[in-house]
Nanobody, 116 residues
């Protein structure tokens, strides 16, 4: 399976920036989409951004204009540039490959904490 691995999380002050990475070897050749989800403590996991195999992107309203998703195909890595972070962005951020097998796996996640 195309297994994603996330990195780049950490502690950042409100208004700050972070860049998350999701590396999934084989995701480009297998035409996997790459989706980002997040789950805050006590809340349901929510989708908030996608990078499709055709290069199109989509965002939830909660992050539109602040987050940017892009992909380095040579590295099979999707990046999530997060700017103007807010305390409500605090969550465990997870990446998932989308599409037909061998796509369809979740990464283990990376924690993002926005706090002063």
């Amino acid at each position: 399976q195309v297994q994603p691995v996330e990195s780049g999380g950490g502690l950042v002050q409100p208004g700050g920036s972070l860049r998350l990475s999701c590396t999934a070897p084989g995701s480009t050749s297998n035409k996997c989409g790459m989706d980002w989800y997040r789950q805050a403590t006590g809340k349901q996991r929510e989708w908030f951004s996608s990078f499709s195999p055709d290069g199109s992107t989509s965002y939830a309203d909660s992050v539109k204009g602040r987050f940017t998703i892009y992909k380095d195909k040579a590295k099979d890595t999707v990046y999530l540039q997060m700017n103007s972070l807010k305390p409500e962005d605090t969550a465990m951020y997870s990446c998932k490959t989308e599409g037909f097998l061998p796509c369809g796996s979740w990464g283990q996640g990376t924690q993002v904490t926005v706090s002063s």
